[in-house]
């Protein structure tokens, strides 16, 4: 009995393992792995240079504003966003239209900012380039320019050092949470899910996709082959159905093995190569918030969501195996089936997207009774135990309320599938999969 099981998963496991797309498939997911870790030293290869420093000509014509900016410049890019200094801050005697003509002829990424005084003798700045500039530049630049000018308008006036001093010295924050059971924890956990959970939940959502459609394929290719009637007069319909579920899985859990194993890679061979800042301070990013993560929100509180979340996880696959091979033992083509499974995308995406605005509905009834609904409490239910939204209790009324969702399409998912399986009319689908349940 267990060995007919066995041969089944085995047999279905080799054909995907060993056909050409999944060699094919897999070489290029290698690539692109490698590719979008190690991207900065690709382009350095082919010319480009991440490290090349951009250069900021600047022309004071105040004489008091150069040293401050370029000093707060630097402060301002080393300190708050990343390690490196990539600006190249020179002071010019050259006029503006000298400067102008240089970045033109050049054609390069210079900038020019010009400080002067205007008719009102009011300090006032020009930032010129050849082209747009991004959102960080001008940011860091504006930023230099305002604290610099605020200390010389500071310094100008007459003020003693305490008054100064009074002046300067920011404001401190202490945060106060009037909620007895919240903490400065909670506060960073919360932070934590809307910047790591949409993260994980599309690759969730793809993996689903994926685990639907190599299901359905792979049942409507036996039964528009014919070779169905084979398979179904040597083994039971019980049998094929729990070996396609257990073999897409383990094919859905085998190709989230590869790809890790490709990010090692991937990491591993930036490591030896090497890397430019930029890619550096996106990696430097993550390692950040991996370290908020590790010291803040590694509690008894997260330790209980990660489990929650995995329960959940694993019952949705299943869940979505078994009504994707219901509705494909139904259907005798891929046309049909790519149809029928129209439901199945609409739950996916409705719970897709819920989860991604589950910070925006905070306190709202709608979503709380979401998080009780199959196929979408998976992602929704511990999100919403983070933020605080729902508490534990009602995470485990969500995993009963799944494994009971199992247990029907089980009991009565196989009574159609015995049905379906050798039934290859093209009509009346729906109608046959409701009298299907009705009998015994």
Not at 60 to 76: A, M, Q, R, S, V
Not at 296 to 302: A, G, S, Y
Not at 404 to 416: D, N
């Amino acid at each position: 009995m267990r060995s007919k099981l066995n041969f089944l998963i085995n047999m279905s496991l080799k054909k995907k393992i060993k056909s050409k797309w999944f060699l094919i498939a897999n070489i290029i997911v290698l690539i692109l792995m490698v590719a979008i870790i190690n991207i900065d030293s690709i382009i350095t290869l082919f010319g480009g240079d991440f490290d090349e420093k951009t250069k900021i000509y600047v022309k004071d014509e105040t004489n008091y504003i150069y040293d401050g900016f370029k000093e707060n410049l630097n402060y301002i890019e080393t300190n708050l966003y990343s390690e490196e200094n990539k600006y190249d801050v020179i002071k010019e005697e050259r006029s503006i239209d000298e400067l102008k003509n240089l970045i033109q002829e050049e054609e390069n990424s210079a900038l020019i900012v010009q400080i002067y005084f205007d008719e009102n003798n009011n300090i006032k700045s020009n930032l010129i380039s050849l082209t747009t500039i991004d959102i960080y530049d001008y940011q860091i630049i504006s930023s230099a320019l305002t604290s610099t000018y605020n200390i010389y308008a500071l310094n100008s006036i007459d003020l003693t050092e305490e008054e100064y001093n009074k002046i300067t010295k920011g404001i401190e924050i202490e945060r106060v949470i009037l909620d007895e059971n919240m903490t400065d924890e909670d506060e960073d956990t919360e932070m934590i899910m809307t910047t790591v959970f949409p993260v994980i939940i599309l690759p969730f959502f793809m993996l689903i996709l994926l685990l639907v459609q190599f299901i359905g394929s792979e049942i409507n290719d036996e039964k528009s082959t014919r070779s169905m009637e084979i398979i179904i007069s040597n083994v039971s319909p019980a049998k094929h159905f729990a070996s396609k579920i257990i073999a897409n899985n383990l094919f859905i859990i085998i190709q989230v093995i590869l790809i890790a194993l490709y990010v090692i890679f991937g990491l591993f061979l930036r490591k030896i190569i090497g890397g430019d800042t930029i890619v550096n301070g996106v990696m430097g990013e993550i390692s950040s918030m991996f370290s908020v993560i590790t010291s803040n929100v590694m509690t008894d509180k997260f330790i209980i969501v990660l489990i929650a979340t995995i329960i959940l996880m694993l019952l949705t696959f299943i869940a979505y195996s078994l009504v994707a091979g219901i509705l494909a033992s139904m259907t005798t083509n891929t046309e049909d089936y790519q149809q029928v499974q129209v439901p199945i995308l609409i739950v996916l995406l409705l719970g897709y997207y819920l989860s991604m605005m589950a910070g925006m509905f905070k306190g709202s009834l709608f979503i709380k009774i979401f998080a009780f609904i199959p196929f979408i409490s998976s992602i929704l239910a511990p999100s919403l135990l983070v933020l605080g939204q729902i508490g534990l209790i009602q995470v485990i009324i969500s995993i009963i309320i799944m494994i009971i969702t199992v247990y029907l399409l089980v009991k009565y998912g196989l009574r159609i599938y015995k049905v379906g399986i050798l039934n290859y009319s093209q009509t009346g689908l729906w109608k046959k999969i409701f009298k299907s349940v009705r009998n015994k």
